[in-house]
């Protein structure tokens, strides 16, 4: 989503649609002195405002509202309606700003269908060499596959996807919102580029938040049975060169893995946490979301990493901490307990 553009390889635009019609589908209101016929078309984060897109506000920051583009439109809370009108900005009210424009952003893209054709292989699809495809492999417009790739029965590769080439790709596939480089070892019952857990509370039901970002893919990616890659809510969700991720991964929106990290069986990514170069994970390991994981880190099984990690170190526990602690903190626990280590020889 370069310069605050959804890519149109992936979704689909419905707009332009009035302000005042957004206001209506977000179960909101037009700010006093909105124009209420400003039409909106596209969607932006709060970290680059657009002219023509919509973003939100959920609590204004402290003193004078900086410089705002004009015509860009925000979902506010009722608190900063005065300051939003004395600075000429064109804007929604809302008691729940993040939930409203969820439900008013759907007004404006939707992601593009799988195939617009009748046929299992969309005829603009751009196919390499050498390229064997199991029974059922649907792929949809625009799409380019690499030379010598393997795609399993029943997978499916969305609207725009470019797959380097060399791939391999297991049955019951799915690929979509992604560019992905050459040699991806992606095994069976795996996903790729799906919307991320976003999940807005309102007083009633809560609201699902729309992604509007894709999936960037180094070369040399291993991904296993079963695993998950979320697209971006905004932007990227990027992984490195020749990372290597085994059963059960889950890599959650806005994520970003360096080069040549290395994930065991049940490991979990919250959404935009970044892990540096060569991070290894033991089995089972969660990391919260907006974490920092330093190059060359390593995290324990069954760690669940609440804080960032700094580069080169070793981690484990629940929560994380640096492993040594972690070691003295269990042994002194065992001798409160009375418990003796039982030898792994003896068993006793």
Known sequence: MAGGMLDPRF?????????????????????????LSMPVDSVAPL?????????????LPPGPLPPLPEGAVFVIPPEAEQAASEAGIAAIVADRPRPAFGLAARQLFRLRPITTSSQWIDPSAE???????????????????????RIGASSVI??????????????????????????????????IGEAGF?????????????????????????????????????????????????????????AVLGDGCVMAAYGAVSGSTILGNNVVFGGRVAVLDHAKIGDD??????????????????????????????????????RQSGVKRRSRRSGK
């Open 297 to 334: 880190a390593v995290l324990a099984s069954g760690s669940n990493v609440l804080a960032d990690v700094p580069a080169g170190e070793t981690w484990g526990g629940v929560p994380a901490i640096p492993h040594r602690e972690f070691l003295k903190q269990v042994a002194w626990l065992r």
């Open 127 to 149: 196919i390499g060499e050498d390229c064997h495809f199991g029974p059922g492999v649907a792929i949809g417009p625009g799409v380019t596959i690499g030379a010598g790739s």
């Open 11 to 35: 979704f689909e635009k419905l707009g332009p649609v009035s302000l005042q019609s957004l206001a209506e589908h977000a179960g909101a209101r037009p700010a006093a002195g909105a124009p």
């Open 198 to 254: 976003g999940i807005a509370q309102t007083q009633g039901a809560p609201v699902e938040m729309p992604h509007f970002g894709a999936v960037r893919i180094g070369d040399g990616l291993r991904l296993g049975a079963v695993c998950g890659i979320d697209r971006g809510m905004f932007g990227l969700t990027i992984i490195g060169n020749h990372c290597k991720l085994d059963n059960l991964c889950h890599i959650a929106h806005n």
């Open 47 to 59: 970290t680059a405002p657009r002219s023509g897109a919509l973003t939100y506000i959920e609590r």
């Open 158 to 191: 969305g609207s725009g996807v470019t797959i380097g080439p060399r791939a391999t790709i297991g049955a019951n596939c799915t690929i979509i919102c992604a560019d992905i480089g050459s040699d991806l070892d992606m095994h069976s019952g795996s996903v």
